[in-house]
């Protein structure tokens, strides 16, 4: 005797990430840790990127780096010549990273470090334009890379990153001349769909426009700062 | 790829719903919804449903996907559109930016369809084959 029931479940498809994440977002949130999201399609400057925010931030604000990236080890590497605690995660054949991984990273960040010590996790995500954006991991700040070499269409045709994303970076600025990229186009096509959002032109090879990335970055890291008023944190009187 | 990814996603969230039923019910079918704007491809979901749930306890159910589409709300128009996926999202009328999406952006799943042996309700250790 077969009787046919209905369950009204009503749950996000993606309720057990989204719960992975929370718990993430609670540990950085008791350690005072602010995390960043980075996301872009394969090569678009992460790495790069991260090489040049850890050499030039490292000295005032206290950083790690959980990396993400299935070319893992190589990108860890070339992060680890920065002092600063890079912890790769394999992340197998997933187009993405999603909060159960960072877990892994955050778990093992508190296992080897005093967490509390942090200020900034810097998860820099599986080099994909599609779905980075869809699995949150924890992070307080989504940050979305776009290269001018990839075409100024790229955040109509994949627009989710691109409307999360709280500061979106438009790479490789000294070969905009080359492909004839239009910056001017990149933007307006973004802010059709995000208009708030941050757009900061950055080389990570010429320099141009890191220092507005870094002044991004600290006022990012206070904003948290403040308004976590649980824990104030003081700056350290000099020992 | 990710709807690899998402479908891990979805299972594991009804296998804790399964789990926490006492008679652990057979589930025949699970009603999703999926917007347009969203990264999930509907094709590739049903595909992957299909490979993943085999020999487990969702084998043999059925996935049905109810598709919604991106509308938007201009503020400026007090009114409704539909943006054009990867073309232009923006108001066609006046340009304000898509701020406010009314549908489009759901992944989620509505309910299951599951049905009880009332006699193995009362005699759980017996299987029947
Ligand atoms: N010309 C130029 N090349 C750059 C710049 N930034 C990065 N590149 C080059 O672009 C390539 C990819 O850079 P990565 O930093 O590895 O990019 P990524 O996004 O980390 O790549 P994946 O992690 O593999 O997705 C490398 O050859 C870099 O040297 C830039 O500002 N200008
Ligand atoms: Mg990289
Ligand atoms: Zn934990
Ligand atoms: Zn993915
Ligand atoms: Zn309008």
Redo the contacts with the bound molecule.
């Keep these: 005797m077969h009787q046919t029931f209905d369950a009204a479940l009503g749950i996000n498809l993606l309720h057990a990430n989204q719960e992975g994440a929370d718990h993430n977002r609670a540990h950085f949130d008791q350690w005072g840790i602010t995390c960043f999201n980075v996301m872009?399609?394969?090569?678009?400057?992460?790495?790069?990127?991260?090489?040049k925010t850890l050499a030039a931030l490292s000295p005032e604000i206290k950083m790690a780096v959980i990396e993400g990236?299935?070319?893992t080890e190589l990108?860890a590497d070339?992060l680890r010549q920065y002092g600063v605690p890079v912890i790769a995660i394999n992340t197998g054949r997933s187009c993405h990273l999603d909060a159960k991984m960072v877990a892994g990273g955050i778990h093992r960040l508190a296992h080897d470090y005093t967490p509390s010590e942090f200020d900034l996790v810097l998860v820099?995500n599986?080099?994909?334009l599609v779905c980075p954006a869809e699995f949150e991991v924890g992070e307080h700040v989504k940050v979305a890379?776009l290269?001018v070499t990839e075409g100024e269409d790229k955040p109509l045709k994949y627009p989710i990153m691109f409307q999360e994303a709280d500061c979106l970076l438009i790479?490789?600025?000294?070969?905009a001349p080359y492909v004839e990229a239009d910056m001017e186009q990149i933007a307006a096509n973004v802010r059709q769909m995000n208009p708030d959002v941050t757009i900061i032109p950055?080389?990570?090879?010429?320099g141009e426009g890191l220092e507005l990335w870094f002044e991004w970055v600290r006022s990012h890291i206070r904003v948290q700062l403040f308004t976590n008023s649980t824990q104030p944190r003081q700056p350290q009187p000099a020992a | 790829m990710h709807e690899t990814d998402m479908t891990k996603a979805l299972i594991v969230t009804v296998q804790d719903w399964w789990e926490s039923q006492p008679d652990r019910p057979h589930i025949s079918q699970v009603h999703l919804t999926v917007g347009q704007f969203t990264c999930v491809e509907p094709m590739s979901l049903q595909f992957a449903f299909e490979v993943q749930t085999r020999g487990t306890f969702l084998d043999g159910a059925e996935l049905v996907i109810r598709e919604t589409p991106l509308i938007a709300f201009c503020h400026r128009c007090q009114k409704e559109y539909r943006p054009e996926v990867g073309i232009q999202y923006a108001c066609p009328v006046c340009q304000s930016p898509m701020e406010d999406i009314l549908s489009g952006r759901e992944l989620k799943i509505d309910r299951l369809e599951y049905s009880t042996d009332s006699h193995s309700s009362t005699a759980q250790s017996v299987h029947p084959t």
């Design positions: 872009s399609s394969p090569g678009a400057g992460k790495t790069a990127l991260l090489e990236d299935m070319t990108d070339r820099e599986v080099g994909n890379l290269s790479t490789k600025t000294d070969l950055v080389s990570a090879k010429t």
